[in-house]
Every structure is written in C-alpha cells, then in structure tokens.
C-alpha cells in the first residue's frame, strides 16, 4: 500500500481527532456540567495542583511520543490500525507496559483536568474514562494473542498492562 493513501490519512485524521478533541470533550464538558449543576467550587488553585499538572501533561505526552516512535522504528508501523506495526513491539516503552500510548493519554487527560480543575471530572467523568479505556484495551488484547500468538501472551505475562512497575536496582 502506498505511503499517502488517501483512505488511510482520512482514517488518521479522523482518529486524531477522536482522540485529541472528542474524547477529551466527552470527558471534560460533562465534569464542568456536573460541577456547575451541583455548584461546586473547582478544586483550590495552587502551585503545587497546577505544578503537578503541567507534570502529568509533559509526562503524558512523552509516553505518547516514545510509544509513537517505537511503533515506526522498531515496528515499522503506526498507530493506525490500518498501518500497524509489522512486528510484536516488546522493546522501548512497550517493556515499562504493555499500552504506553494510552498511559500517556490516561496521564495529559488527568493533567488537563486538574488544569481546570473540575471535581466533577475527576471523580466522575475520568473514573468512567479508565473503564472504557480498559475494556477498549482489553478488546485489542484479544486481536494481539490471535495476531501474534504465544508471542504476545509471553509478553502479557512479562509486562504490565498499564501501570508500569517500579523496579529498583538490586546490589547483588
């Protein structure tokens, strides 16, 4: 397939979209809805809230980033399901956890709430983004094991699904 097919770039842009304006919205509109109806105050403003999401949002796209980059280098792929990676990908980001593209999503969602700092989105909206994210993943899981077989459930059974674990050295 060519490198600009028409239909494909229709696809990415479409899913760009979903992604970084729809999803977000349906998150956050609904959470400042929620905090207007219930007339709570947003959470307090300080230094240490808006450092911490500035943080998460930095951290965030980074994971995103890195994920994008290890899809087309080590991959030879996109995030596109139209062009995905034409291997399983177990190296860079992919051996902190097995979805970094969606913890980095999870991460400037969370950043960007506490930026506008809706109580409503935090405990209501988000919390039901992290379940439909979960069963969105679980779903490509399932594509993943018939794609790439013991493969990929070695790898399962290697790396987190989301939450990478903290390792520390050992002094051995």
């Known amino acids: 397939m060519p490198l600009f097919h028409p239909d494909i ?3 990415q842009i479409a899913a760009t979209l979903f992604y970084w304006g729809l999803l977000p919205l349906l998150v956050l509109a609904p959470g400042l809805v929620i905090d207007h109806a219930l007339a ?7 230094v240490a809230l808006m450092t911490a999401a500035v943080f998460l949002l930095v951290c965030g796209l980074g994971w ?4 994008t ?3 087309q280098k080590r991959g030879g792929g996109t995030p596109s399901p139209l062009r995905p990676a034409k291997c399983l990908i177990t190296g860079g980001s992919y051996r902190f956890c097995r979805h970094p593209m969606f913890l980095g999503y999870d991460l400037v969602l969370l950043g960007s709430i506490l930026l506008i700092r809706s109580p409503g989105s935090l405990l209501v909206t988000y919390p039901l983004f ?3 994210s979960v069963r969105w993943l679980r779903r490509e899981e399932r594509i993943l094991v018939s794609r790439f077989h013991v493969a990929y459930a070695l790898y399962q059974q290697e790396v987190p699904f989301l939450l990478p674990r903290l390792r520390f050295p050992t002094n051995k």
């Open 9 to 11: 770039w229709r696809q």
């Open 40 to 46: 709570a105050g947003g959470l307090p403003t300080s």
């Open 64 to 67: 995103i980033t890195w994920a």
């Open 69 to 71: 980059s290890d899809l």
């Open 130 to 132: 992290l379940l439909w």
